[in-house]
């Protein structure tokens, strides 16, 4: 049966290939739409910027919104839906002023769009498992938290045009936090008339480049360019259709067959036997990225309650093997903040150091009082990929510590609520930047309830030393401050760092103006599509 879908899938795609831009005789013939034709492996668990916290939501949350800032062709931080903004002296208060535009439905976008959605993605009825990237908010976190009101929060609309922002803290990166999809407006009207918004075409409101066409869960999606977008001359595509395989090998025919014009990363995985064998530099493209990929290990059950156990796991696995054999183009990862932002030189540990793993775990057990390991389970979400990750390290896991190891393989949606629940021994996870700062991996694991960590892992003098680097301005003390935190971090070992990302992707020649900048992103904004 699932061979039957694909097949009428890729049927569906041929025969809009082959229909468009076609005029009766006698017709002056139209210029022929600009369509974009990609694949995603998931279908997106929400487009609701509040709430969003995967890459694929994440991907067209960005291109049906827009924050006050947009990262530019440059890949530095440009205005957006802000036309200008200015900063107190003492850094902590922003003004922004929000350019003339309007919602995809005609509404105009206000500031008070703005106040509205940053309140709502901090309060604790929306339980945003992103919304601590608003802590720099002054009385943010209060009010996530239950201790501190709306009213509070450092965000205020003075007038329709007229943002005032107040943080705790000077934040050197704030503009580049305006620009993530947490930060994003939401229509007001909107979304309080429907609380199910997000979930249908017609009611999905944006204020960027794009809007929601066509939405067929698990087996297309649809964007079409928003006429209503301020800078709608600068947006060249017409379409953008995304079609939802999970197989990456039925992906890449597709993309040999002329069906798609982009297989691969971001949405999606070039098949890894075949990233290997490429021949073709003119369509194949790779790039290091700010993200690290990881086993996350929940410390609230045996046997991973034990910080030796866990660093017997992690020490036992040789990276570098594990790179060379399935990974190219990516690094071992001995720590959890990538090179691009990396606080200390070198690795916290050695790897695949097979005698002192051994010894660990049998101390250990000692300490945890447990003579004989439980069953050990890896979940990992639907993908060629994770599955053969999980199956290497579960084989060297074996043959290093004599680990019987059972994988558990999910789709994506049941998945992220499993590990959110601590529904899990082992995780797999992965980590991109949204801003190029290692703070922005370190706070992850600073508060046991913090949205992302699902480690249950909480440690007192991380904490301080992440508060201490709040206050320090000085990059070079800052930085070393974060370090000591990393340290505790690599010690304490809630989290297992594998290897640092690469992403890889095939692009048709006649695609253009397709940049991935260095946190991974794509920005469909800037795409063209040549004859």
Known sequence: MKKNVVAVAGAMLILGGSLAGYADAGQAAEPKAKVLRMNMHSNPPTVDPGIAEDSTSGTISRAIFEGLTRLGKDGKVHVAAAESYT?????????FKIRP??????DPVTAYDFEYAWKRALSPRTASNYAYQLYYLKGAEAYNKGTGTASDVGVKAVDAKTLVVELTNPT???????????????????????????????????NGPFQIETWKPKHQLVLTKNQNYWDKQNVKLDKIDFSMIDDGYVELEMFRNGDLDW??????????????????????????????YFYRFNTEQAPFHNAKIRKAFAYALDRQALVETMLANHLPATGFVPPSMAVASGGYFTDNH???????????????GIAKLPPITVSYNTSMGHKAIAEEIRDQ????????????????????????????????????ADFNDPINFLEMFKDKNGGNNDTGWEHPKY?????????????????????????ILMDEMPIMPIYYYAQSWLQSEKVDGAILDGLGMIDFKYVDIKP
Request: glycine fraction near 6%; charge should be neutral.
């Open 354 to 368: 097979t005698e002192e793993a051994k010894k660990l775990l049998q101390e250990g057990m000692k300490e945890a």
């Open 263 to 292: 297989a691969g990363a971001p949405l999606s995985e070039v098949p890894m036997d075949f990233e290997l064998s490429w021949k073709s530099p003119a369509l194949f493209h790779t790039q290091a990225i700010a993200g690290t």
């Open 172 to 206: 050197p990166f704030f503009t580049e936090l305006t620009a993530f999809y947490t930060y994003y407006p939401v229509n007001k009207k909107v979304v309080e008339a429907d609380k199910e918004w997000a979930s249908n075409p017609k009611t999905i409101v944006g």
């Open 87 to 95: 900063v107190s002296a003492d850094g902590k208060t922003y003004t």
């Open 397 to 432: 896991w074996k043959k290093k510590l004599g680990v019987d190891v059972k994988l558990e393989n999910k789709e994506w949606k049941v998945y992220i609520e499993d590990v959110h629940q601590g529904k899990y021994q082992i995780a797999r996870a992965g980590w991109l």
């Open 101 to 106: 535009a309007k919602w995809s439905n005609g």
């Open 463 to 487: 904490k301080e030393l992440l508060n201490q680097s709040a206050l320090e301005q000085d990059p070079e003390k800052r930085k070393a401050i974060l370090a000591k935190a990393e340290q």
